[in-house]
């Protein structure tokens, strides 16, 4: 039996992209999500590279998902190097894009502590880098900063330390003044705090605290 049919026997409301996420099914989050637009944060960043007349340049898409983001850059004219651990997350990706643009996407099933980075003009980590595994998250910053050319950019989500999910074991969650140390080296040109509680009628009701970034490198 799936989610959605346990669900209905047990008369819950069915899984969204939260309880998968929350319990790391990928694979129910990739079609949850699918065809969902691309994130504020990477709208933002490419608006910004495109006021100062670049319409194109070389983003890593860190753990893309079903690849919503990844498609919204390869339609912007960027090549993308999108990067996830889920062998399911690709197939949704490629089947979405068009023909003239398969050549700027390269994907690597990868875990962020096994990352190469090549240096590129933005790394992209759409609600991913909670998902690091704290004893990872170091390195993988590291890697992420030295990776962004001087004028690139960093956009994303890191989420917070009041966030339900900080108590879960194997995440990576930060507070605004962790945020902001994180980001010594980069302009902020975005730092939107979202917190707030979910309605109760959700199936796993939670409290968000979310900083959606995006910072330039200096
Ligand atoms: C919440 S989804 C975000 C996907 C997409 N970026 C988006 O904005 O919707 C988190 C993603 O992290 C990936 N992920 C989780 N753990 C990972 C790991 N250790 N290494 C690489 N990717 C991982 C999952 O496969 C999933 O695609």
Redo the contacts with the bound molecule.
């Keep these: 039996m799936n989610e959605q049919d346990k669900s209905k026997k047990l008369d819950l409301p069915p899984m969204g992209a939260q309880d998968f996420?929350e319990i790391?099914d990928?694979s129910g989050?990739?079609n949850a999500?699918l065809g969902k637009g691309a994130?504020d944060t990477l709208i933002a960043a490419l608006d910004s590279f495109e006021q100062e007349g670049f319409n194109s340049g070389f983003a890593v898409?860190l753990?893309?998902?079903?690849g919503?983001?990844s498609l919204e850059l390869l339609g912007r004219n960027w090549h993308v190097l999108a990067?996830?651990?889920?062998p399911e997350?690709f197939s949704h990706l490629w089947a979405r894009v068009p023909e003239v643009l398969k050549p700027n996407l390269t994907t690597t099933e990868?875990?962020?502590?096994d990352m190469k980075f090549p240096n590129c003009d933005m790394v992209n980590a759409?609600?991913?880098l909670p998902?690091?595994?704290p004893q990872h998250f170091e390195v993988l910053w590291n890697k992420i900063i030295a990776s962004i050319r001087p004028g690139g950019r960093f956009a994303g989500q890191f989420f917070g330390s009041r966030d339900t999910w900080a108590s879960l074991p194997n995440r990576s969650h930060h507070s605004r003044e962790e945020v902001l140390k994180l980001l010594d080296g980069f302009s902020i040109e975005m730092i939107r705090e979202e917190e707030r509680d979910d309605p109760p009628e959700l199936r796993k009701p939670k409290h968000w605290q979310i900083f959606h970034i995006v910072a330039r490198k200096h």
Excluded at 83 to 86: I, L, S
Excluded at 110 to 113: D, E, I
């Design positions: 996420s790391e990928w989050y990739f999500v994130r898409d753990a893309a998902g079903e919503r983001d990067t996830d651990n889920h997350a990868v875990s962020f502590n759409s609600f991913a998902f690091c595994e």
